[in-house]
């Protein structure tokens, strides 16, 4: 593979709405490994370096537990969607069970198939990891708790939304939470 541009272009797509809308248009369901050619050379055409598949690690149910549980959120989601059910939740890309591709959108087979498919065309794949992005029923979680950022039972009910009690230790979630000043979120 050739050196990266000094200043690349990259195309975001968010995977689960373009694999969605690929299998309207389609009328079958598409995943990585079955996204048709004409598709993949549409995105070649605008000239881009690199395509960044955002959104293709597997969601977590337990995230979309919690989403569905909110009750300013599933009003958020009746906002934009009258009719929504619990089960039109899909989950956030944010909230990533392990890092391994969703097998709804293809599975490692698919991302394989996806990425053959972009270096036929002189594309670049791109795929992101984000540290704070675990979910609560990541296997870090339970296998190692040092990896986060931890509170106390107080901060969970003091500000249960930033803290989370999961296998019995509580956690920074959603976003860092806002230490006080003189407090860093170090021991």
């Given at each position: 593979m ?7 272009v ?8 373009w694999?969605?809308e ?10 990585l490994g079955?996204?048709?050619?004409e598709?993949?050379d ?13 959104g293709v ?10 989403a569905?549980r ?9 906002q ?16 990533v069970?392990?890092y391994v ?10 991302l394989?198939?996806a990425?053959?498919e972009l ?5 670049r794949l791109?795929?992101?990891f ?8 990541h296997?870090?979680?339970?296998h190692?708790?040092?990896y986060f ?6 901060d969970?009910r003091?500000?249960?939304a ?14 860092d ?5 003189g ?5």
């Amino acid at each position: 593979m050739k050196s990266w541009p000094g200043y690349p272009v990259i195309y975001e797509i968010n995977t689960w709405v373009w694999l969605w809308e690929q299998s309207q248009t389609c009328k079958r369901h598409v995943t990585l490994g079955t996204v048709p050619a004409e598709e993949w050379d549409f995105i070649a055409d605008l000239a881009v370096d690199t395509v960044w598949l955002m959104g293709v690690w597997e969601r977590s149910p337990a995230g979309i537990a919690i989403a569905n549980r909110n009750k300013g959120l599933v009003e958020d989601f009746r906002q934009a969607l009258p009719d929504y059910r619990p089960a039109d939740n899909v989950g956030s890309p944010y909230c990533v069970r392990q890092y391994v591709v969703d097998e709804h959108l293809g599975g490692r087979e698919g991302l394989v198939a996806a990425r053959a498919e972009l270096g036929k065309r002189g594309l670049r794949l791109l795929l992101d990891f984000v540290p704070n992005q675990m979910a609560p029923d990541h296997p870090w979680v339970i296998h190692h708790p040092e990896y986060f950022v931890q509170g106390n039972n107080d901060d969970a009910r003091t500000d249960p939304a930033s803290f989370v009690e999961t296998a019995g230790n509580v956690f920074a979630h959603g976003r860092d939470p806002c230490f006080p000043p003189g407090q860093t979120c170090c021991n």
